[in-house]
């Protein structure tokens, strides 16, 4: 499986942005999939992931409430919508896919930067 991650920019606090991670391969549907993000200088943080059939979400309580993340197995796309955007949510987000939790396959990154 390859992830493209995409749908990241420049957004003012309080605004909202969708990324979409696309994913190659026959056998996305069968993997759970999971945002990640990475800051400047910070580890890379669990985001929110989602069971392979998108029935069962979990996030971080840094993003609860804020962010939903779906997808939709028959395009082989993943999505992180994210609402109320705060500077600190300004990072590189990352999908990955695979098996929970070690997630085998990783996309690029898109840069997401919320100005204050």
């Known amino acids: 499986v390859q992830l493209q991650a995409s749908g990241g920019g420049l957004v003012q606090a309080g605004g909202s942005l969708r990324l979409s991670c696309a994913a190659s391969?026959?056998?996305?549907?069968?993997?759970?999939m999971a945002w990640f993000r990475q800051a400047p200088g910070k580890e890379r943080e669990f985001v929110a992931r989602?069971?392979?059939?998108?029935?069962?979400?979990w996030y971080d309580h840094s993003v609860k409430d804020r962010f939903l993340i779906s997808r939709d197995n028959a395009r082989n796309m993943g999505y992180l919508q994210m609402n109320s955007l705060k500077p600190e949510d300004t990072a590189v987000y990352y999908c990955a896919a695979g098996a929970f939790p070690t997630y085998a396959y990783w996309g690029q990154g898109t840069q997401v930067t919320v100005s204050s």
């Open positions: 391969g026959r056998t996305f549907g069968s993997y759970a």
């Open positions: 989602i069971n392979w059939s998108g029935d069962s979400a």
